[in-house]
């Protein structure tokens, strides 16, 4: 596709209960990143994935949260056990490592993924 | 550790003056910054971008200026309009393009 996808664009889910969030990157963005935002706060680091080095898990809140990604393609987030303090929009966003020739490129972001937990 | 900071979680302006977005940051080897803009319900979308290189660079009425020395970037809006409302995130990078994002400020531009 044209840019980063993110599905479900909207989850609501009950307290207790397993979600899976989807990111399909912009193809050939060996770089990925996981952020959420809670209401009202900035964007908090989640995780980081680049090619085939062992991903930056520095931001995930607890052990509830994982993440995998399939070579340099899809990432999915997976929040086990969910609690109403997980309630945010989870975003998504790809770059490339460098241009070619050095140049430096921005980050793309997906739309997000808005869950509720309830 | 955050490393990179925008102090102000919100600014108001008037329509037509000017907006200053500040943003700080700590790792010297930052060589690359970056400003986001936020609406409500979707994802940031790039906005102005700077090299260490430069100390300023200008897209319209974006200007984003650099002061390595001081370790701060500011992003000036002029005049502002009531489109510029959202939220502004400054992003920096090293060598290995690994973005580091701020908390973001909120604008609000009043007509």
């Known amino acids: 596709g044209a840019g980063v996808s993110q599905s479900p664009s909207n989850k609501v889910t009950e307290k207790g209960k397993d979600v899976e969030l989807r990111c399909d990157p912009i193809s050939g963005h060996t770089a990925l990143y996981w952020y959420r935002q809670r209401l009202g706060q900035g964007l908090e680091f989640l995780i980081y994935f680049q090619g085939n080095s062992a991903p930056d898990k520095s931001g995930l809140p607890s052990d509830r949260f994982s993440a995998e990604r399939t070579g340099e393609s899809v990432s999915t987030l997976t929040i086990q056990r969910t609690q109403q303090e997980d309630s945010a929009v989870y975003l998504c966003?790809?770059?490339?490592?460098?241009?070619?020739?050095?140049?430096?490129?921005?980050?793309?972001f997906g739309q997000g993924t808005r869950l509720t937990v309830v | 550790d955050q490393q990179v900071k925008q102090n102000s979680p919100s600014l108001s302006v008037q329509e037509g003056r000017i907006s200053i977005l500040n943003c700080d940051y700590t790792?010297?080897?930052?060589?690359?910054f970056l400003w986001y803009k936020k609406y409500p319900a979707e994802g940031p979308t790039f906005l102005i971008s700077i090299s260490s290189i430069k100390d300023k660079n200008e897209d319209g009425r974006f200007t984003v200026f650099l002061n390595k020395s001081a370790k701060h970037l500011s992003l000036h809006i002029v005049p502002s309009q009531p489109g510029d409302s959202a939220v502004y995130f400054c992003a920096a990078s090293g060598v290995f393009n690994k973005f580091y994002f701020g908390s973001g400020t909120k604008l609000n531009v009043k007509p």
């Open positions: 790792n010297s080897m930052f060589d690359y």
């Open positions: 966003a790809s770059s490339l490592f460098r241009l070619r020739g050095g140049r430096r490129t921005e980050a793309f």
